[in-house]
Nanobody, 123 residues
């Protein structure tokens, strides 16, 4: 059974940084692209970043470009999202997901999800 467990969320002041981690188990991690999405209260789930196992990745959403960095450690089966210059609009629940098929930018293309970790950025 595939399990994705996020960690690293919390409260941070505007301009600060956080690093989120996603531990993957139950499937050979090496052959799947992984993504991060976020969802703020009352808003739709938004693509943040994704990384493939080839040199094609990584990919970033507009809100993450230039501020966030996604990486993967195959030996540890983890995916990390480093976030800097955080702003109150980055406040959301952040979800790790395993890609199945289709566009990396579309949440419907991912078939396994973690439960999320909350990030709150105070002004």
């Amino acid at each position: 059974q595939v399990q994705l467990v996020e960690s690293g969320g919390g409260l941070v002041q505007a301009g600060g940084s956080l690093t989120l981690s996603c531990a993957v188990s139950g499937r050979n991690f090496h052959y799947y692209a992984m993504g991060w999405f976020r969802q703020a209260p009352g808003k739709e789930r938004e693509f943040v970043a994704a990384i493939d196992w080839t040199d094609y990745g990584p990919m970033y959403g507009d809100s993450a470009q230039g501020r966030f960095t996604i990486s993967r450690d195959t030996s540890k089966s983890t995916v990390t999202l480093q976030m800097r210059s955080l702003q109150p609009e980055d406040t959301a629940d952040y979800y790790c997901a395993m890609h199945n098929t289709g566009s990396f930018y579309d949440a419907a293309s991912y078939n396994y999800w973690g439960r999320g970790t909350q990030v709150t950025v105070s002004s």
